[in-house]
């Protein structure tokens, strides 16, 4: 007789270790521009696309995997830099090739602008902003043993990376050929929001992420299953930011968890924090302080249901 060893159980009080990032929903003026910058700057390709009134809804990505969603609402006003929202979208690769061959197809795109790169210790990573002021990080990871862990806190640092020094080390011909066959995917999203006491007390004590890192000056890190982090947190430019007016930008962080028990274990956290929220059985969408929709859903959405949010 054999018998199947019985699933973990949900640990009702914070996210599931397997829990990742998905496609990142921004708002824009200019479909055509916007879509066609994140096409040519960052090598995705269109996936699908809907009409709902007079928004347009379209998905891009790598192969299969969605990266981020666009959404023509072109009567809202601009980003406006010191309210809570977007700080930047991560972009995740999984070599310094493919990550150098996307920072070279970025830097040469003038419709965005690059402002910076860093060795993060953990990463090393590359930004950018689009041509409506949204952040974009280019990133790849160092593996887990090499991260430097003190008092419980991943630690992670700003130092100078060369960028010019890291295409010359990095940049081959078959990945800048390969462009959107190489895979990505959102590893992370930075925020924008008006105190980190209030995110945190959202976003790692009743969203259920862990904080990872407390003491960069302005800044909170959190994630799941000890990743460095899946969100940050800064008030750097949006301190004492109160809810967001409807703007461009950022429409909605996504999130995925493993299972519909975990969908259910942060509803019953939500309950007790008196948060409302609202669940179709496969995605449950929730607003934090400022404003900004949080998606989290079971594996397996598709573009059709993405575009459906």
């Known amino acids: ?49 809907r009409t709902r009134g007079r928004e347009v809804h379209r998905v891009l990505g790598r192969g299969t995997t969605p990266m981020v969603r666009l959404v023509h609402t072109p009567d ?8 809570a929202g977007l700080f930047h979208t991560a972009f995740l ?12 197809r970025a830097a040469q795109d ?24 949204n952040g974009v990080e280019l990133y790849t990871d160092r593996p887990r ?6 008092r419980g806190q991943i630690l992670m640092r700003t130092a100078w ?13 078959d990945a800048v050929e390969a462009g959107p066959a190489l895979a990505g995917r959102v590893g992370h999203v930075h925020l924008q929001v008006g ?8 976003y ?30 800064n008030t750097w430019n949006s301190g004492g930011a109160g809810p967001r007016a409807a703007s461009l930008g950022l429409g909605d962080v996504a999130v995925t968890v493993p299972t519909r028990d975990d969908v259910t274990a942060l509803a019953a956290r939500l309950r007790a924090a008196a948060l409302p929220f609202s669940d179709d059985g496969r995605s449950l969408v929730v607003h934090d302080p400022w404003g900004t929709q949080v998606t989290v859903s079971v594996p397996g959405t598709s573009t059709e249901e993405l575009l459906a949010r």
């Open 76 to 83: 809202l006003p601009g980003v406006d830099p010191r309210q």
């Open 110 to 133: 003038q419709r965005g602008s690059f402002v910076g790169s860093s060795d993060h210790g953990v990463s090393e990573a590359f930004y950018f902003t689009d041509p409506e002021g």
């Open 93 to 104: 690769f999984d070599d310094a090739p493919s990550l150098a061959a996307t920072v070279l």
């Open 161 to 173: 990376l060369d960028p010019n020094a890291y295409l010359r080390s990095h940049l081959t011909d």
């Open 1 to 49: 007789m054999t018998t199947t060893p019985a699933a973990p159980a949900v640990d009702e009080r914070v996210l599931h270790p397997a829990t990742s990032m998905d496609a990142v929903t921004l708002r824009v003026g200019d479909l055509e521009r916007m879509s066609g910058y994140y096409a040519a700057a960052f090598a995705l390709e269109p996936l699908e696309e």
């Open 195 to 202: 105190d980190l006491a209030v995110a945190r007390a959202f």
């Open 204 to 233: 790692v004590d009743t969203l259920g992420f862990e904080a990872t890192l407390t003491e960069y000056p302005g800044a909170l890190f959190a994630s799941a299953g000890g990743y460095h982090h899946h969100l940050a947190m």
């Open 145 to 150: 043993e090499q991260w430097q862990i003190e």
